[in-house]
């Protein structure tokens, strides 16, 4: 009824205006929320690197440059299957990736090129949770349309990086671990929340740290700026993680910490791997309590016991 009465004052103020003229005028303070959806399947359905980028920086313009935007009812989700990835760089399983010294220029390379395919993956993973999940408020969209378009920013960084290396994204194998999870989620809104940017995400904010210090260790400034810049936007990332969790959780009547561990057991079974950064999962949202869980849960302390 809000939105209703919104229109028509928007219609009224705009009555003495021309067809065409109240178009443009009522785009500019509403947007018209097919645009913005559409932007988000054109980039989640291409394999193209540039065109990815191109779709999630429009996708983002549109809801920034907008102050309300009305979600369509009727809009119709492609199944998860319909998104598609380049064709380089070959997927392997992670056993299978070599193995190499961050120390020398070979093992350099391959590093920033692991983490380039992540931050590519993490672009698509923001758009698909945007994309896939109806009914939620306009700010969710923007919140991971916002994360997208970080995750291009990292990606360009780790890209531009990457060529002063002579490699370029595509060159070397790599995994596809980080998209099997949303695969797994594509239905469960609670799920996707608790295990892509809470658990997967969140372990950035854990091993980034003891990355930087080797980088710092071996004087490589420019590579380790860019892991700066890429771990203090992943605490913004995980915080929307916590805070839609909760959104959602309070709507259902369910608690958030039974809700995360409850799809932790069942999707990751048992393969919890500490260590924890408690100062920054507690910065993203994290309880005391949720971090001494994880910690129980640690699978390699478990060995040790």
């Known amino acids: 009824m809000y939105s209703l009465i919104v229109l028509i004052i928007i219609y009224k103020r705009l009555s ?8 443009s005028a009522f785009r500019q303070e509403y947007l ?25 920086r ?12 009305i979600e369509p009812v009727n809009r119709i989700i492609k199944p998860i299957d319909f998104v598609r990835f380049p064709d380089k760089p070959i997927c392997v399983a992670p056993r299978d990736l070599p193995r190499r010294r961050l120390g020398t220029e070979a093992g350099k390379r391959s590093f920033i090129h692991a983490i380039a395919h992540i931050e590519f993956n993490a672009i698509k993973l923001a758009l698909d949770i945007a994309y896939r999940f109806k009914g939620m408020p306009a700010q969710f969209y923007k919140d991971w349309v916002y994360v ?9 960084l780790l890209c531009n990086h990457l060529a002063t290396y002579d490699c ?25 929340l608790s295990l892509v940017p809470r658990y997967l995400e969140a372990r950035g904010l854990d091993v980034t740290p003891a990355m930087l210090e080797k980088l710092y260790a071996q004087k490589d400034m420019d590579t380790a700026a860019i892991l700066e810049i890429i771990l203090e936007d992943e605490v913004t990332h995980v915080e929307f993680g916590t805070k839609w969790l909760d959104f959602v959780c309070e709507n259902e009547g369910v608690e958030r910490e039974d809700v995360f561990f409850e799809h932790v057991e069942r999707l990751l079974k048992g393969q919890i791997l500490g260590p924890f950064n408690k100062p920054l999962r507690l910065r993203a949202g994290f309880t005391p309590s949720e971090l001494l869980e994880l910690e129980r849960l640690d699978k390699r302390k478990l060995k040790q016991t």
């Open 16 to 23: 003495k205006y021309t067809t065409d003229t109240i178009k």
């Open 168 to 192: 370029q994204y595509g060159d070397n194998p790599s995994h596809d671990g980080l998209w099997s999870m949303a695969v797994k989620t594509d239905d469960n809104l609670l799920a996707r």
């Open 148 to 156: 997208a378009n970080d995750e291009c920013k990292h990606f360009q």
């Open 32 to 56: 018209l929320m097919p645009d913005f959806f559409n932007s988000l399947e054109n980039a989640l359905l291409s394999s193209s690197v540039n065109e990815t980028i191109e779709m999630t």
């Open 58 to 69: 429009q996708a983002f313009e549109l809801c920034h440059q907008n102050s309300s935007f």
